[in-house]
């Protein structure tokens, strides 16, 4: 319970740190079958899906770390079922957000255009 708790709190902050840099959130948490994406965003005409991690410590790594190449692939594959349903966007990108809640402060890193 406590590992959804921290998902769901740095969800919120990714979105508030997307929203601070000019973008629109679309959704949160977009799910189809057993996919889901974290984020899905626009800016400048170009939807953005986001998978965000959240991390308390460095224990088991930097949040980044923990996006794998399989991660990656299911997230394309849920964005290929998103723009189906959503086929006016051409320009698309895939984003991840790093956290790293502190006692006292938040760490956010954007990598953006992450898909390779």
Do not use: C
Request: hydrophobic share 40%.
């Amino acid at each position: 319970m406590k590992n959804k708790h921290t998902g769901d709190k740095g969800e919120t902050i990714a979105a508030k740190f997307l929203e601070n840099k000019g973008f629109s959130i679309i959704e949160r948490n977009w799910r189809h079958k057993h996919l889901e994406i974290d984020i899905i965003a626009s800016s400048n005409d170009k939807l953005h899906f986001v998978e965000v991690k959240t991390r308390t410590n460095t224990k088991f790594g930097l949040p980044e770390e923990s996006v794998s190449q399989a991660k990656m692939n299911r997230l394309k594959t849920a964005a290929e079922a998103y723009l189906y349903l959503h086929p006016e966007w051409e320009l698309i990108q895939f984003d991840v957000i790093a956290i790293m809640i502190g006692k006292n402060k938040e760490e956010v890193l954007l990598i953006d255009d992450v898909f390779f």
